[in-house]
């Protein structure tokens, strides 16, 4: 049989357990939606990047289109004047002129059609990334939306815990609650039955005095609570 003080301090305890477990939860909800919300943004840079790639590469393909288009024009300069001239040397010059203009043109040809090949693979990239993001947005969305729920919940079963748990520690004692309180910081369960000459929290032996303490005989309201010897903790008797 568990005295009243020890029913009360495991009614207390159980409450703090409670409350300690909904702030736990509570605290991890805003982490939980930060996660969240780093995929969101992760997919959406994923989106930005290759977006950025996409106008880069058409930057890079209109500016080469800008080289073709000077360098035909000189050819068609170079052409109307080597149609005009009558020095065979310079009739010659002009026509390198016009191969290497000729060469550059094909040169920059073959810039422009690999530029088109990664402006294929680029626009693929983009259409990719906001397929990702369009799968998975609504299913972000209602994961930040549950979790704001359960933040809500929580909070409100939050509020009930600490309330109960303020009535159950009312009529103990204010020495029994600091000795509770102190193991409370650090070693929870405060509270613990010895089995066998064990205490139930540090699994260590008892010694006799203790275990007798703890099994309560001639314990009256004033009698100081029995704690086990290794660790500190409250023990009681659990046949
Ligand atoms: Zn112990």
Same mark, same amino acid.
């Given at each position: 049989?568990?005295?009243p003080v020890l029913e009360k301090l495991l009614i207390l305890q159980d409450r703090d357990i409670r409350?300690?477990?909904?702030?736990?939860?509570?605290?991890?909800?805003?982490?939980? +939606?930060?996660?969240?919300?780093?995929? +969101?943004?992760?997919?959406?840079?994923?989106?930005?990047?290759?977006?950025?790639?996409?106008?880069?590469?058409?930057?890079?393909?209109?500016?080469?289109?800008?080289e073709i288009g000077v360098t035909e024009g000189k050819l068609a300069k170079y052409r109307t004047q080597q149609s005009q001239v009558r020095k065979n040397d310079e009739y010659q010059a002009l026509g390198h002129e016009i191969e290497a203009g000729e060469a550059a043109i #094909?040169?920059?040809?073959?810039?422009?059609?690999?530029?088109?090949? #990664? +402006?294929?693979e680029a626009k693929k990239k983009f259409a990719a990334a906001e397929a990702v993001l369009k799968a998975n947005i609504s299913g972000h969305e209602s994961r930040i939306k549950s979790l704001k729920e359960r933040?809500?919940?929580? #909070?409100?079963?939050?509020? #009930?815990?600490q309330a109960a748990l303020e009535v159950a520690r009312e009529p103990d004692g204010e020495s029994r609650l600091k000795v509770y309180d102190r193991n409370a910081i650090r070693n929870m369960p405060a509270v613990v039955a010895v089995h066998g000459g064990k205490c139930g929290g540090c699994h260590l032996k008892v010694s006799s005095e203790v275990e007798s303490a703890a099994r309560g005989k001639g314990a009256d309201a004033t009698t100081p609570l029995p704690t086990c010897d290794q660790c500190g903790r409250i023990v009681y008797w659990e046949s």
């Open positions: 049989m568990l005295t409350r300690r477990s909904l702030e736990a939860q509570l605290k991890a909800v805003p982490q939980e +939606i930060a996660l969240v919300e780093q995929k +969101i943004a992760g997919e959406k840079a994923a989106i930005d990047a290759a977006k950025s790639e996409l106008k880069e590469l058409e930057t890079k393909k209109k500016l080469i289109e800008t #094909s040169a920059f040809e073959e810039q422009e059609l690999a530029v088109m090949y #990664s +402006i294929d933040e809500t919940n929580v #909070s409100g079963e939050l509020k #009930s815990a």
